[in-house]
């Protein structure tokens, strides 16, 4: 939900002292929070207008590194600033750092005062224009799964990220005793939440030692966004304050199911009715709706990139695990890469089940919402509904289950090409290739392992 501080409000706070430091952050590529902290009487003299940062933080990788090939932005340009605009909406406090506030930024260009059309909030905010266009928003909701280890983050490194605690021992999706052990963390992290303002639903076990669930209420995209963004920090930041660590990479080991993303998306009228329910249409879907989900099968290949963004995460694509390895749609089946749920009623809604939990989620929406448009603009028909074990389809399309196919797919990609832009497409591509590229000049411990003593 939108922030719940006013700057009247926070002019209170900073005179009584309850308030003394605001964060301004922006969103990158990685779908993480960089930014600024302000001492709050700065930010209401100056910053809560604007503030400025270098342009390569929307070019750049986990590492902080400066790749080339990015036209945007290089050394020969000099790397110059980026505004930093904050979204006054978006204000809120932050219970988990003392004596804080939070405001989320739209990212400008220094010289023209436009939105940097790369950077993940104007690509979102884009496709919601082309929709509202049409009469009609989006509505979604973005889950959060992640593993909970017992070592600090400062321990896990020490460890080379070997052999850490789980938080829990055992399988623990939907249990009750499992999860009791792990309240030291999690209840601070609902409550905390939820007192910045986010919509907290609850949080659940998940379908492995460790593994927990983050749910938060639905709300348009662009909301859900920045609330999904915000929640995925602060549980890092909460897990430090407790004493423990968190992941959020889509397949943490081998021998373990992966992390996901779950995106349920649902389309409504101006007036506020749902625009995906027809009581008189099979399982309650209407032709706008089949349309729309006809568009997300047809491009799915072309949005997996900003689904599954690393090496990584294709490792998660694999059978029995509950993540999906097949483009089609099913009926509540959890082995289909798209997912109905609650047909029949007003409620009904997609579930995207591709994306992995180190998504960004601002760029998954964004493809998404693009890809639907698409069906609904081309009058795409719908296949017909799978039905069965989806692991055992050899007939249906592969989701790309590697990062290269993924980028070609994107590269190629005419649907995407017209509803992000030509330069926006390139700059993610560069960022894919980006990837592949230093994954593929690394040793891994596994090749020396492999090959030490018997090649």
């Not at 779950?262 to 389309?267: E, K």
């Not at 798209?338 to 994306?355: T, Y």
């Amino acid at each position: 939900m939108p922030g719940n501080l006013t700057l009247d409000a926070l002019k209170s706070a900073a005179d009584d002292g309850t308030i003394d430091t605001v964060v301004v952050a922006m969103v990158d590529m990685q779908g993480r929070l960089l930014g600024k902290r302000f001492h709050v009487s700065n930010f209401l003299e100056t910053a809560y207008k604007e503030t400025h940062c270098c342009n390569y933080l929307l070019a750049t990788d986990f590492e902080m590194a400066t790749p080339d090939g990015y036209a945007s932005t290089s050394w020969s340009a000099g790397y110059g600033d980026y505004i930093m605009k904050p979204d006054m909406s978006t204000l809120r406090r932050t219970p988990w750092a003392e004596g804080a506030a939070m405001v989320l930024c739209d990212v400008l260009d220094h010289k023209t005062h436009a939105e940097v059309p790369h950077s993940p909030r104007a690509m979102l905010k884009r496709q919601i224009e082309r929709l509202k266009a049409l009469g009609l928003n989006c509505i979604a909701a973005t889950e959060l799964e992640f593993f909970v280890y017992r070592e600090t983050y400062e321990q896990a490194r020490e460890k080379q990220y070997r052999d850490l605690t789980p938080i829990s021992a055992y399988n623990e999706d939907y249990h009750i005793l499992q999860t009791a052990r792990e309240e030291g963390f999690m209840r601070p992290l609902r409550n905390q939440l939820y007192a910045a303002g986010v919509p907290v639903e609850g949080t659940k076990g998940e379908a492995e030692a460790g593994q927990a669930e983050l749910n938060l209420r639905y709300s348009d995209a662009l909301d859900m966004a920045d609330t999904h963004s915000l929640a995925k920090h602060a549980t890092k930041e909460i897990a430090w304050n407790t004493g423990c660590s968190v992941s959020f990479v889509a397949k943490p080991h081998e021998d373990l199911v992966g992390s996901s993303s779950h995106i349920h998306q649902s389309l409504r009228s101006d007036e506020g009715k749902p625009a995906f329910f027809d009581a008189d249409a099979p399982h309650g879907m209407s032709t706008l709706m089949r349309q729309y989900l006809a568009g997300l099968l047809t491009y799915a290949s072309d949005s997996t990139v900003f689904l599954a963004p690393y090496i990584n995460s294709y490792k998660r694509f694999a059978k029995g695990t509950f993540a999906p390895t097949r483009i089609i749609w099913s009926i509540d089946n959890r082995t289909a890469g798209f997912r109905i749920v609650a047909p029949d009623s007003d409620n009904v809604r997609i579930e995207c089940r591709i994306g992995g939990s180190d998504m960004n989620p601002y760029l998954a929406l964004a493809s998404q919402i693009a890809a639907g448009i698409a069906g609904i603009e081309q009058s795409l028909s719908l296949p017909p509904v799978y039905n069965g074990d989806a692991y055992g389809d050899t007939q249906t399309t592969e989701i790309p289950n590697n990062l290269r196919d993924a980028t070609a797919a994107l590269d190629g990609s005419s649907m995407l090409r017209s509803a992000l832009g030509d330069e926006v497409v390139d700059h993610y591509v560069r960022a894919a290739r980006w990837e592949q590229e230093e994954f593929d000049r690394i040793v891994t411990e596994y090749e020396i392992r492999r090959g030490f003593e018997r090649s």
